[in-house]
């Protein structure tokens, strides 16, 4: 059964912690009321031996409003300027999950079938 989930990524599905990409829209220094969130390497070490062939993987949220823990508004503007975008996605099974993230399997590319949404609206869901 398919679940529903949102993360951020651009057309070809790619996440924005691709190697070489974090220096272009990660702040500096730690914005203000933001906390730092472990990547799902860290929080689930043998992930990859759950990862099941002819399947896409990734990570996500289950609630759009949790994108805005993972990045301030001013990454949010540089990922926009970047072409990043929030998106909703189906996904097939959910291989780990914690209460900052989740890691998942879809048989899918991640670039097709997603609904994007707006910055602006995850922006005035936050405020």
């Known amino acids: 059964m398919s679940q529903l989930v949102y993360r951020i990524q651009d057309h070809a599905g790619r996440g924005p912690f691709k190697p070489g990409m974090s220096k272009r829209w990660a702040d500096k220094e730690q914005a203000p009321g933001m906390q730092y969130l472990p990547t799902f390497f860290e929080e689930f070490p043998d992930i990859y ?40 996605i189906s996904v097939d099974h959910v291989l780990a999950e914690s209460k900052n993230q989740l890691v998942f399997a879809r048989r899918r590319a991640l670039w097709r079938n997603v609904l994007v949404i707006d910055w602006a609206a995850l922006d005035e869901a936050a405020a």
């Open 49 to 88: 031996t759950k990862f099941k062939d002819g399947f896409h993987h990734g990570s996500a949220v289950r609630d759009p409003h949790d994108l805005t823990r993972w990045f301030s508004p001013s990454e949010r503007k540089k990922l926009a300027k970047l072409r990043y975008w929030p998106v909703c």
